[in-house]
Nanobody, 115 residues
Framework: QVQLVESGGGLVQPGGSLRLSCAASGSIFNINLMGWYRQAPGEQREFVASITSGGTTNYADSVKGRFTISRDNAKKTVALQMNSLKPEDTAVYYC?????????WGKGTLVTVSS
């Protein structure tokens, strides 16, 4: 069984920072792509950032320069450091991993940016 558990969401003021983490559990190996998506109320889920097993990263234009994605292959975790947060970053953030050609999703963690 593949389990993805996100953590680190919460309430933060504009300009503040949060760090999200996602841990993949089970007998899982050879995780190719790991990433983060988000979904704001009434909107479609959108891509935020991804990182390959080799460390190549991609970011949505809206978060470039503010967010940083990283991974620990041994621990099978992926993190998203979010700085200079804006109200428009408010959303449920979902962890996504690709294992042996299949996609898996976490349950999501809520990030609220408000004063």
């Amino acid at each position: 069984q593949v389990q993805l558990v996100e953590s680190g969401g919460g309430l933060v003021q504009p300009g503040g920072s949060l760090r999200l983490s996602c841990a993949a559990s089970g007998s899982i190996f050879n995780i190719n792509l790991m990433g983060w998506y988000r979904q704001a109320p009434g909107e479609q889920r959108e891509f935020v950032a991804s990182i390959t097993s080799g460390g190549t990263t991609n970011y949505a234009d809206s978060v470039k320069g503010r967010f940083t994605i990283s991974r620990d292959n041994a621990k099978k975790t992926v993190a998203l450091q979010m700085n200079s947060l804006k109200p428009e970053d408010t959303a449920v953030y979902y962890c996504n991993v690709n294992i042996y050609g299949r996609d898996y999703w976490g349950k999501g963690t809520l990030v609220t940016v408000s004063s």
